[in-house]
């Protein structure tokens, strides 16, 4: 990690209420053209559920969202369960950072074990209070990375790894210039857009319409 990056993520403030709605828009959706949103980015999308289902989710988040955090607390356990394991849904969940701890957030998710990417982004969502809203969130982040398995050299390392952050920049700004995410969560339904943090119930009529 370069001291300019070390600084940076000492030093951000993490203002990102503006950006992750509380709320949910149902009406008025907009659509995407399914077959380009599924293409994987740079580093390949993280997918669970059956490749063949019915119904496609793709989530766009940010690790240092409030409402994202929220979702995944509240409404992705039911919604894994009753639609994912199930073999309803397939569900592709996509890196948006909104700041610079996001971002290096994301880039210890994807330095773990490809097998752990989920479980690891479960955690950080439970504890996201505990590294991502510290006046030191360097330090906090390093702390934490340390239950998941890292050690400070390898947590150096990947957050030093330009390639990765480049490749997770990209996803982003694809999401951001093709498909008009702009705010988190987002989530495309059979590529169907909706923002905010979906109750189980929003969904699941949502999915079941496309059943």
């Keep these: 990690m ?12 993490l203002a990102t209420a503006a950006f992750c709605l509380a709320g949910s828009s149902l009406a008025l959706a907009q ?9 994987p980015g740079p580093l390949g999308d993280k997918i669970l559920g ?21 979702f995944h607390k509240r409404t992705y356990p039911e919604l894994k369960a009753d639609y994912i394991d199930t073999g309803k849904v397939r569900f592709i969940f996509r890196e948006f950072p909104l700041d610079p701890v996001a971002a ?26 505990t590294w991502a809203f510290t006046d030191n969130p360097y330090q906090s982040m390093l702390d934490f990375s340390k239950q998941i398995g890292f050690t400070k050299e390898s947590f150096e390392e990947c957050l030093g790894n330009q ?33 905010g943090a979906l109750s ?8 079941d319409a496309n059943l």
Excluded at 2 to 13: G, H, N, P, S, V
Excluded at 50 to 70: F, K, L, R
């Design 163 to 195: 390639g990765l952050l480049d490749a997770i920049d990209a996803v982003k700004n694809r999401g951001a210039s093709e498909f008009g995410v702009n705010s988190t969560p987002t989530f495309f339904i059979n590529g169907e857009k909706h923002s």
């Design 104 to 129: 290096g957030a994301f880039m210890l998710a994807r330095c773990a074990p490809a097998d752990k990417y989920f479980e690891i982004v479960d955690i950080m969502f439970e504890q996201q209070r």
């Design 200 to 207: 189980i119930e929003e969904m699941g009529k949502l999915i």
């Design 31 to 39: 659509t995407v053209d399914q077959d380009e949103l599924v293409k």
């Design 50 to 70: 059956d490749e063949n289902a019915p119904v496609t989710i793709v989530e766009y988040a940010s690790m240092t969202c409030g409402h994202c955090a929220n």
């Design 2 to 13: 370069t001291q300019t990056r070390r600084q940076f993520l000492k030093t951000t403030a």
